[in-house]
C-alpha cells in the first residue's frame, strides 16, 4: 500500500474547483473524505441527495431494521480511538445506532463542513483537455474536479415493481428502502407485504406485531437462519476492545471481511451425527457464521444440500401449518446462494393468528386494485397498507441513475450496456479519474461492507498520492485489464454455487430488461486485497497514466 501521508502541494482553487467531489455520504463517502482531506490534504467535498449522513442507514428505516453484522465488526477499523471510544450496545445494531455511530465519525474527524446535504447529483462529465470532471447537481449547481469518487452504495437504488394498478391503490405504499423517518402507523391496519428477503424477513416479525393483520407475498421462499440478537455485555465490549488488533486481522484475512474464519474442513470430513451437532449448535449461536461451517458449503451442491436441508428441518418444525411451512421451505436455490438472511422470530411469524403467507410463486399477482391484491386465481386480499420488501437495482442502479459521460461523451449506461464492465470494480475504461467505491466487479455486497469500503478508500488515497507525487494527471483502466479482471470475475463466480440462484440480484435478475451478469467479486476480500496491493506496487499495472498538466 503506496504511502497515503505523501502529497504535493495543493492547487490553488476557484469556487467550484476541487482536488475530488466524492458523491455519497455513508461509510465509504465519510472514509474517503477523511482520506483524502484529513491525510492527504486535498480540496474535498461530498455531495450528498439525503439531508442527513448516514447513506444505506439514512434510507432504510424499515421495522426491524437492523444490520447482520455483528456491530463489533460492522464499523472502521483503521482508528484505535474509535474503537476505544465508541460503545455498541447490541451485538447486531439497529438503523439509529449505525447513524448514531456515524455521526459520531463524521464529529469526530470534523468532516461535516465538507458535506454537502440535500445536493443530489444529476450527472457528472469528464474534460480530456483539463483532465477535470464537471459535476452537476439537480439544482443546477456546478463543481470541478480533477477526481470523480462514487461514494453511491450498492443497494441504494429502490426496485418498486411494475405491478399493474399500484396508481390505483387507495390505501397507503412504502418501499423499505425509501422509509418516511416518522414512521408507519400498522394499529389496526390490514397490512400486504411484498418480498421476502433480507429486508422482508427482518420486517414482517415487527410488522405482524403491531398490525391487524399481515399477508406476506412470498415469490421466491429463503432461507433463514436465527440472529439470536442482544445486548452485549460489558465483559463481551472489554474483550473486544483489548483484542481488537486480532479481530482486525480475522477480518482482513476471510473471504467476507467477518470476525470469523471460515472452518477448513469438508462436510464430509465429519459423520452425519457429528455434522448435525456442528449445525444444531451453529443454529443455537446464530448469524451469518452458519455457513462457515464447512470449507465446502459455499463452493458444493452436494456439501450445500445438508446445510440447506438442515434448515428447511428446522422451519418445517417451527411452523404449526404443514401447508405454510411447505411453502415456506420449499427453496428452490441453494444456501447462501442468495444472500443469507439472518432473522428474529420470522419464522415463528407464521404461527400468529394474524398472519398470512401468500404463494405468489403458485399463484401470481395479477394486479393491485384499489382496494389490496388480487391474484390470478382471482383470490382478493383487501389491504390498507402495502409494504414493498422488493430490494434494488442493486451495483449499478446507484450509477446509472446519474448521467456520468467519460472521453468523448460515452455515457457510463453505453460503456455497460452489456452489464458493468470495470478493473478491480474500481475504475472504467472511458473515466479516466472515476474511482467507483465498491463497484461492480468488487467483493462488495459478498463482503461485511465496511471492510472493503476501508481497503477501496485507502487505495483510492494512494492512488492519488502516487499521481501527485509523480505529477500524473489522469489514471484510466486498460481494455486488456478490463477483459482479464472480467474473466476473472466469472472465474471467481463459477468456483462457487452463486450464479446458481438464478433470480438473484447478484445477477442482476431481479429487475426486468437488466443485463444478466455477475456483478460482484467472490474471489474474496483477502485475495482481492492482495490484487490490488500488487497492482498498485507495480506502478498501478493495468492502467494508463496520463500525464498532461491537470490542474485548472
Ligand atoms: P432482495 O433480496 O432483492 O429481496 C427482494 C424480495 O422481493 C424477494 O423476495 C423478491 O422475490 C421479491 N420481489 C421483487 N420483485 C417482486 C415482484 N415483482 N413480485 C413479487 N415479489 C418480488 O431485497 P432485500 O430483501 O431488500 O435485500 C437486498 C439486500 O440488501 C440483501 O441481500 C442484503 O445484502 C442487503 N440487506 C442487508 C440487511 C442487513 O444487513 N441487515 C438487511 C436488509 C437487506 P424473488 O426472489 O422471487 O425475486
Given amino acids: ?250 477480518m482482513h484475512a476471510t473471504t467476507n471481511g467477518h470476525p470469523f474464519t471460515i472452518d477448513d474442513r469438508s462436510v464430509f470430513d465429519v459423520s452425519p451425527e457429528e455434522r448435525t451437532e456442528i449445525y444444531e449448535k451453529a443454529w443455537a449461536k446464530g448469524g451469518l457464521q452458519f455457513r462457515a461451517n464447512f470449507r465446502d458449503i459455499t463452493t458444493s451442491l452436494e456439501a450445500n444440500a445438508t446445510a440447506a436441508e438442515f434448515i428447511k428441518d428446522k422451519i418445517r418444525a417451527i411452523v404449526k401449518d404443514p401447508e405454510t411451512a411447505a411453502k415456506l421451505a420449499d427453496i428452490d436455490h441453494p444456501y447462501a446462494a442468495k444472500r443469507p438472511p439472518i432473522d428474529s422470530f420470522y419464522f415463528e411469524t407464521f404461527n400468529r393468528e394474524n398472519v398470512e403467507l401468500a404463494d405468489i410463486r403458485a399463484d401470481p399477482i395479477e394486479r393491485i386494485t384499489q382496494t389490496g391484491i388480487r391474484l390470478q386465481s382471482g383470490k382478493e386480499y383487501p389491504l390498507d397498507i402495502l409494504v414493498f420488501a422488493t430490494g434494488f437495482d442493486a451495483m449499478t442502479g446507484p450509477f446509472l441513475r446519474m448521467d456520468i459521460r467519460g472521453r468523448d461523451g460515452l455515457t457510463l449506461g453505453e460503456a455497460w450496456e452489456a452489464g458493468p464492465r470495470t478493473y478491480l470494480g474500481l475504475n472504467v475504461k472511458g473515466f479516466p479519474n472515476l474511482f467507483t467505491i465498491t463497484g461492480p466487479g468488487s467483493p462488495s455486497v459478498l463482503c461485511n461492507m465496511p471492510v472493503p469500503i476501508e481497503q477501496h478508500a485507502e487505495w483510492i488515497a494512494g492512488c492519488i498520492a502516487h499521481m501527485r507525487k509523480n505529477d500524473i494527471a489522469t489514471i484510466e483502466a486498460t481494455e486488456e485489464a478490463t477483459e482479464a479482471w472480467a474473466a476473472e470475475v466469472n472465474r471467481a463466480a463459477e468456483a462457487t454455487l452463486l450464479p446458481q440462484a438464478s433470480s438473484s440480484w447478484y445477477l442482476g435478475a431481479n429487475v426486468p430488461g437488466k443485463p444478466r451478469v455477475f456483478m460482484p467479486y467472490a474471489g474474496g476480500m483477502a485475495k482481492y486485497r492482495g490484487i490490488c496491493d500488487e497492482v498498485a506496487a507495480e506502478g498501478y499495472k493495468g492502467f494508463e497514466l496520463g500525464k498532461v498538466a491537470a490542474h485548472a
Fill in 1 to 250: 500500500m503506496p504511502d497515503v501521508n505523501s502529497t504535493s502541494p495543493a492547487p490553488v482553487f476557484g469556487e467550484g474547483q476541487y482536488d475530488a467531489i466524492i458523491i455519497g455520504a455513508g461509510f465509504a463517502g465519510l472514509y474517503q473524505l477523511h482520506c483524502l482531506r484529513n491525510r492527504l490534504g486535498l480540496k474535498a467535498r461530498v455531495l450528498e441527495a439525503a439531508d442527513g449522513i448516514g447513506g444505506t442507514w439514512y434510507w432504510n428505516r424499515y421495522p426491524g431494521a437492523r444490520c447482520d453484522s455483528e456491530s463489533h465488526s460492522y464499523c472502521y477499523s483503521f482508528s484505535d480511538e474509535l474503537i476505544r471510544d465508541w460503545e455498541w450496545s447490541e451485538r447486531y445494531p439497529e438503523h439509529p445506532e449505525i447513524r448514531r455511530y456515524l455521526d459520531f465519525v463524521a464529529d469526530r474527524f470534523d468532516l461535516k463542513r465538507d458535506i454537502q446535504l440535500g445536493t443530489r447529483v444529476a450527472g457528472a462529465s469528464f474534460d480530456a483537455a483539463t483532465s477535470r470532471w464537471t459535476v452537476t447537481t439537480e439544482a443546477g449547481e456546478t463543481f470541478s474536479a480533477q477526481f470523480l469518487i462514487t461514494a453511491v452504495g450498492c443497494l441504494s437504488s429502490a426496485n418498486v415493481p411494475k405491478i399493474p394498478g399500484l396508481e390505483d391503490f387507495r390505501g397507503d405504499w412504502y418501499h423499505t428502502g425509501e422509509w418516511p423517518h416518522e414512521g408507519v402507523d400498522f394499529a389496526g391496519k390490514r397490512v400486504g407485504q411484498i418480498g421476502t428477503g433480507s429486508t422482508g424477513i427482518q420486517a414482517a416479525p415487527v410488522i405482524a406485531s403491531q398490525a391487524a393483520h399481515l399477508t406476506v407475498f412470498q415469490r421466491t421462499p429463503n432461507y433463514s437462519v436465527p440472529a439470536h440478537n442482544a445486548p452485549l455485555t460489558q465483559a463481551f465490549k472489554d474483550q473486544v476492545k483489548s483484542g481488537y488488533a486480532d479481530i482486525r486481522r480475522t
